[in-house]
């Protein structure tokens, strides 16, 4: 029997959605005013993704009803697709109607006083905060890791293995395999490493092959960075 | 409780089924009551190896499709009545073992009070492969010393450590542990073939044992004796250290030296 062709696969992947900040509970307001945003450029909303981000409004002590407002902002061919910074009883009733939850970065179980420390991060940045990803066993041939943010490895990485990061790439330990930093374009990213015997290095799609990386660069702390298009191998001193 | 062990390496050739034949006898001489499975569909040679291939009636594809009981398959050694045998089917291919069978086998052997379960991984990382490592608790990874080898542990290894039951289920992750074959320090020394360093370097794994290269172990091929059994033999005492060191006892490692001759003992040569 041959092999099965692969039938799914769990890819991550971080995408820019709006967010719909709302300052009140007034519905009949907010229908206004989206009515004057959505005239605005009827194309750019028609059936796009939207968190709505009810924080502002439950600081002052406002409650509304969530799903009242999903049907005003469906009514606008927005398609709402997860609610922010919502209390219990609102995020249950958010996900009666099938629509997800997010966190935002503080908690809504702290009590008050704690609340208002907290600095509340701009959207934006929000979104691309990614986590760094640790391996601490050895990376097998064959095998291949793919972190969307840092990634650091403690193991060996094994000739024919495969370890790419959206950010740097930190292995202290023998590469042997491939390993491809900045993957979705980071130009800044970094390759650091205490042994290198790699197949294949790259960053931002910039690659050197094995034949091309000099062989004295192993058994010693490196790094790897980006100049123009060129890699530039360097001793960490 | 039953201990399943897996004999893989992924390249054909190293002495799988040697080891399998070699560690199931050594542990079930011990006294630990011990079956090993032949998953080579197809090309069943565990048999020969353990001498019983005048008695197989039954096998495991039997067994899968509800042919034959377990019992009626399981042969018992000759030499040593704590060791059973399940061979593998010659006229089938791997793809008739299925997953859920091979679940109930290793369930029924466990219910029958087995401590140890060899399983003789066929070359390859398909079907056959895939199964005899699925339920594994130990691998012994079967290496010799040369580049191909290696590699082919390795991706083994990738395989062990992501497609088995343990990682499915997130438990402790397989114990593997290296084992060095064919192994000739001669050779190594005149640069023809890895050291046991080089090879524990790209492997990063721990070393059970060294078995030498051995005229023995053919000729017990040929013979239908477990390579064990030939106390006189280096690769005989090499597997009994083995067991040894895998049932808990400290033995130091051997045959990773040159033997001396009489003029080297003379003059300490290198």
Same mark, same amino acid.
């Given at each position: 029997?041959p092999n099965?062709p ?5 890819k991550s ?16 307001a ?24 009810v924080?502002?409004l439950n600081k002052?002590?406002?409650s509304v009803?969530?799903?009242?407002l999903?049907d ?6 927005l398609l ?6 919502g ?12 629509i997800?939850v ?8 702290l ?7 907290i600095?509340i ?8 905060t ?22 650091v490895v403690?193991?060996p990485?094994s000739?024919?293995?495969?370890i790419?990061?959206?950010g740097?790439i ?10 491809l930093a900045?993957?979705?374009g ?15 290095i ?15 660069v192993g ?15 360097q001793?960490?001193? | 409780?039953t ?5 893989t ?8 089924t040697?080891?399998?034949a ?9 006294g630990?009551k011990?079956a090993v499975?032949?998953?080579? #569909?197809?090309?069943?040679n565990?048999? &020969? ?6 008695? !197989? /009636?039954? %096998?495991?594809v039997?067994? =899968?499709y ?7 398959a399981?042969i018992?050694?000759?030499h ?9 089917s ?11 069978? #091979?679940g109930q086998i290793?369930e029924? &052997? ?6 140890? !379960? /060899?399983? %003789?991984s066929?070359?390859? =990382?398909?079907?056959?492969a895939h ?5 594994a ?13 290696v590699?082919?542990?390795d991706?083994?290894?990738?395989i ?16 593997e542990?290296?084992l ?12 023809e073939?890895?050291s ?9 794994l721990?070393?059970l044992?060294?078995?030498?290269e051995?005229?023995s ?7 239908g004796?477990?390579?064990?059994l030939?106390e006189?033999s ?5 597997y ?10 400290d ?5 990773i ?9 003379f003059?300490?040569?290198?």
């Amino acid at each position: 029997m041959p092999n099965n062709p692969p039938i799914l696969e769990f890819k991550s992947g971080s995408f820019s959605v709006p967010i719909l900040v709302l300052f009140t509970d007034d519905l009949k307001a907010i229908k206004q005013q989206l009515q004057e945003k959505v005239d605005l450029a009827p194309e750019f909303f028609k059936k796009s993704p939207l968190i709505f981000d009810v924080q502002k409004l439950n600081k002052q002590g406002h409650s509304v009803d969530i799903s009242a407002l999903v049907d005003i902002m469906r009514q606008f061919g927005l398609l709402p697709t997860g609610i922010r910074g919502g209390n219990a009883q609102q995020n249950k009733e958010a996900l009666e109607l099938l629509i997800p939850v997010y966190s935002v970065h503080t908690s809504t179980t702290l009590p008050d006083t704690q609340k208002q420390k907290i600095v509340i991060p701009e959207p934006v940045a929000d979104i691309n905060t990614t986590a760094t990803t640790l391996i601490t066993r050895p990376v097998r041939s064959g095998q291949r890791i793919y972190a969307s943010g840092d990634l650091v490895v403690l193991a060996p990485v094994s000739a024919g293995a495969e370890i790419m990061s959206e950010g740097n790439i930190h292995i202290y330990n023998t590469l042997r395999g491939r390993a491809l930093a900045g993957v979705q374009g980071n130009a800044d990213a970094r390759i650091f490493c205490s042994d290198l015997q790699a197949e294949l290095i790259s960053i931002a799609g910039n690659y050197k092959i094995s034949e091309a990386i000099s062989s004295n660069v192993g058994k010693k702390s490196v790094q790897v960075y980006l100049q123009g298009h060129t890699l530039i191998i360097q001793d960490i001193v | 409780m039953t201990r399943i062990i897996v004999v893989t390496s992924g390249k054909g050739g190293v002495g799988k089924t040697t080891t399998s034949a070699a560690i199931a006898m050594g542990v079930a001489q011990k006294g630990h009551k011990t079956a090993v499975i032949d998953f080579d #569909v197809g090309l069943r040679n565990l048999d &020969l190896i353990m001498g019983c291939e005048r008695r !197989v /009636v039954y %096998d495991i594809v039997n067994v =899968i499709y509800g042919e034959a009981t377990l019992n009626q398959a399981l042969i018992r050694d000759k030499h040593c009545e704590q060791l059973y045998i399940l061979p593998a089917s010659q006229t089938r291919d791997k793809d008739a073992l299925s997953q859920e069978g #091979v679940g109930q086998i290793l369930e029924e &052997l466990a219910a029958k009070d087995f401590e140890y !379960v /060899v399983c %003789d991984s066929p070359a390859g =990382i398909e079907k056959g492969a895939h199964l005899a490592m699925y339920f594994a608790d130990d691998a012994f990874v079967v290496t010799n010393p040369e580049v191909a080898s290696v590699r082919d542990s390795d991706r083994m290894l990738g395989i062990l450590s992501s497609k088995s039951r343990r990682a499915e289920q997130g438990l402790e992750p397989i114990k593997e542990y290296l084992l060095l074959t064919r192994y000739s320090p001669e050779r190594v020394r005149i640069g023809e073939m890895l050291s046991v360093a080089d090879v524990q370097d790209i492997l990063s794994l721990h070393l059970l044992g060294v078995i030498p290269e051995s005229k023995s172990v053919l000729t017990a091929s040929n013979s239908g004796m477990p390579v064990i059994l030939d106390e006189k033999s280096d690769a005989g005492q090499a597997y009994a250290d083995i067991v040894a060191r895998y049932l808990g006892e400290d033995k130091p490692h051997r045959f990773i030296e040159e033997k001396k001759g009489l003029f080297g003992k003379f003059f300490g040569s290198k």
